[in-house]
């Protein structure tokens, strides 16, 4: 008659195996499509970095005002948009939203918001943010439904984040 392993002799091999199947890899990258959506403090924090703008997009044509744009920082719950000066607002995400949104309080102006849409990629030249918002900035405009930026209120800005 043959012996039976021990539970924890099971488990032992069990996570033996697992290790080397599949060893653990940390790595800070896009939530793949289909995966459970982060809270926002956790997918504010995945945003940071120093962006470069690829296009802004007006009216469903690209605008020129975004080569004027030298960079684009989020850290700390803050866009920073450098171009002849720093402007910089703070903003709010939800991604538990289909599309994930965003929502930009714009500093100073009697807490207008600006109602975005957002949606990340990871390409081979490193982490792209398109944002699609309302250019109007009292909040009571509708959140676009696209990434297409078309219509007189709606704006795209994509930007990349480039792998180090």
């Not at 896009?30 to 007006?58: C, F, M, Q």
């Amino acid at each position: 008659m043959r012996k039976l392993l021990a539970p924890t002799t099971i488990l032992a091999v069990a996570t033996l195996l697992a290790g080397v199947c599949f060893p653990a890899r940390v790595v800070s990258a896009p939530l793949p499509a289909g995966a459970a959506k982060a809270d926002p403090a956790t997918e504010a924090k995945r945003l940071e970095g120093s962006y470069t703008v690829v296009a802004l997009v007006v009216n469903g044509k690209p605008d020129k005002e975004g080569d004027e744009v030298k960079s684009v920082t989020i850290k700390d719950g803050t866009i920073t948009i450098s171009a002849k000066g720093d402007e910089k607002a703070s903003f709010t995400v939800d991604p538990s939203k289909t599309p994930a949104e965003i929502d930009i309080l714009l500093p100073g102006k009697n807490d207008d918001k600006v109602l975005g849409i957002y949606q990340t990629k990871e390409s081979d030249k490193g982490f792209e943010l398109t944002i699609a918002f309302s250019k109007s900035a009292n909040g009571k405009g509708e959140r676009p439904k696209d990434f297409k930026g078309e219509g007189g209120k709606a704006a795209v800005l994509k930007l990349l984040r480039e792998k180090k």
